[in-house]
């Protein structure tokens, strides 16, 4: 929910005497990449109308620690939940081998994401274009608004039917993306900036390599260290395939039972 529409909602809200008033957050709005005195307000109508609200759900610790550190409500009225995911919905297969092409290897880098300034893609971008080998042919596929690529209904589909071989979170803000859930879960090995609640599932080195958002130069040192590196893929696909199943839709529709009917 946005910041507009939770000021707004709440307020109207309170204003019709609805009893219980739940406001559930994907990241926090003033932390989106714009003037900083834009964010200024937008924090301020978070804090005037947080009183109107009885649960303030937030999908990461980093998204609960920052509405602590900024006052924006207590701890009493913050909730934890985490987004979860049918794991077993999406098809996998092993990781392909490296095919030649044209006498190269062809190396498809895969995201999801709407072209928008918080999605950080003009940094996907400009990796691509600092990546330079001999050895592969570069294929970047982003689908989403914005992308030739543009919108698909399945977009998991398309990127395995592809066969894409390392997906790419570049955002430079976020709260806990689906998107990461299900790249773990299709069996890709992930480069992700370390933002929101990003490094809360992957670990670096581990379930996926992290990078420093708005950084061209170390997110294609990153993408390049797994271009070189295919047994690195395969480890960090594995584990993060086995994680994943933490984040299960059923775990999380029974939390949201829990707090929302008790």
């Known amino acids: 929910c946005s910041s507009k529409a939770g000021f707004l909602g709440a307020l109207a809200g309170k204003l019709a005497g609805i009893k219980k008033i739940i406001y559930r957050i994907g990241g926090w709005s003033f932390n989106d990449p714009r003037p900083a005195w834009q964010n200024k307000i937008i924090l ?17 610790k980093n998204n609960l620690e920052q509405a602590l550190a900024l006052k924006i409500c207590s701890r009493k009225k913050l909730s934890l939940l985490y987004n979860g995911i049918n794991t077993d919905s999406l098809s996998h297969s ?17 995201a999801i994401a709407n072209d928008y300034p918080a999605k950080g893609l003009k940094y996907l ?10 050895s592969y042919l570069l294929n970047l596929i982003i689908i989403g608004q914005g992308s030739p690529v543009g919108p698909k209904d399945n977009p998991w589909q398309y990127l395995l039917e592809q066969g894409a071989d390392i997906f790419v979170i570049p955002s430079v803000k976020e709260g806990m993306p689906y998107v990461l859930l299900e790249a773990m879960a299709a069996g890709l ?18 379930t996926g390599l992290l990078v420093p958002p708005k950084n061209p130069e170390k997110l294609a040192a990153a993408i390049g260290r797994l271009i070189d590196d295919p047994g690195l893929r395969n480890k960090l696909a594995t584990n993060a395939r086995k994680k994943v199943k933490k984040y299960s839709l059923s775990k999380m529709l029974a939390q949201y039972q829990e707090l929302l009917v008790g």
Request: proline content about 10%.
């Open 125 to 134: 971008h400009q990796a691509v274009a600092l990546l330079n080998h001999k």
């Open 189 to 206: 090995p992930i480069v992700a900036t370390n933002v929101g609640g990003i490094p809360e599932i992957i670990k670096d080195g581990q």
């Open 44 to 60: 301020r109508l978070e804090k005037i109308s947080a009183p109107f609200k009885d649960k303030i759900i937030v999908n990461s």
């Open 94 to 110: 092993p990781p392909k081998a490296d095919q030649p092409r044209a006498g190269k290897f062809e190396i498809k880098i895969a």
